[in-house]
């Protein structure tokens, strides 16, 4: 025999928030949906391979409207690791990470760098909006005292906003900082040889990242919660401290370049007389 079960309570008592049901519901009566609809969470962790990741933590816009488009959540994410894939060290990260930095820094947070390879520019970044008291400077030299280092920053919780330089990390040594910052509040950045392209990696976003002639940076997302990016994204960004010193012909090189080349590409005909000179008589005197 089948029992009938019946609630015994209030009818108009909540049932907890944490109560498992696609409808919201009050003991004893069930106030309907639309067909298909999930609580906002559970929406956010659901990702179509179509568009773009919506976020589940918060993340730092990027300080460049075009790039914050084609991220997913339109920032870097937080609580998750960033690769960034360049052929040449601290050439062009400090310029695209320059404006997150200033807001970590406004909400009073501090930046930390973890085995640059070159020492840190600090006139540039004050020009940059950095304050020195809010950078912290950690110069590990071997591989695996930077890896210890930014795994404990990672775990403590101890930065703002985390840059570190890992060209020899491997595959493993990521996906368990990966793991670790899932509990980190600030977004954390690996500083990678653009070599590492082809190899697998844990960290769910990864750009390359290259400069280009008229102080810009180009940027292609090689990895993101989203479809494939095609091309790449010309972000404009002057070194900090140049931008009111440059002439207006220096802020665009490329047409400079283009110039020259174009006067060097003229043609020179061959074997064309040369310009008459006027002659002189000699006139003899009487």
Not at 60 to 76: H, M, Q, T, V, Y
């Amino acid at each position: 025999m089948a029992a009938v079960l019946e609630w015994a309570g209030d009818d108009e008592e909540p049932v907890p928030a944490s109560f498992p049901s696609s409808q919201h519901r009050t003991r004893g009566r069930r106030t309907p949906v639309r067909p298909g609809e999930l609580p906002p969470d559970i929406e956010a962790a659901i990702w179509r391979g179509d568009q773009l990741g919506s976020p589940v933590t918060s993340v730092i816009s990027s300080g460049f409207k075009a790039l914050d488009a084609e991220l997913p959540g339109a920032g870097w994410p937080c609580h998750s690791l960033t690769e960034i894939l360049q052929p040449q060290p601290t050439v062009a990260e400090w310029r695209l990470l320059a404006p997150a930095m200033r807001q970590v820094v406004a909400n009073g947070g501090n930046v930390v760098v973890v085995g640059p390879p070159k020492i840190p520019h600090l006139p540039g970044l004050k020009y940059a909006g950095l304050d020195e008291r809010h950078l912290v400077w950690i110069q590990a030299d071997t591989p695996a005292e930077r890896l210890w280092v930014t795994e404990q920053l990672i775990k403590t919780n101890a930065a703002g906003l985390l840059v570190s330089w890992l060209p020899q990390a491997r595959q493993e040594q990521i996906r368990r900082l990966q793991v670790c910052a899932q509990a980190c509040d600030g977004p954390a950045f690996l500083c990678r040889p653009a070599a590492a392209e082809h190899e697998p990696s844990a960290a769910p976003l990864r750009i390359q990242l290259t400069f280009g002639v008229d102080w810009e940076v180009h940027v292609h997302l090689l990895k993101r919660k989203g479809p494939t990016h095609e091309g790449h994204i010309a972000l404009r960004s002057v070194p900090g401290g140049l931008e009111s010193i440059i002439t207006p012909r220096l802020r665009t090189p490329s047409a400079l370049i283009a110039a020259r080349k174009s006067r060097d590409d003229q043609p020179h005909v061959v074997g064309s007389p040369a310009p008459r000179q006027a002659s002189i008589r000699r006139v003899t005197a009487h």
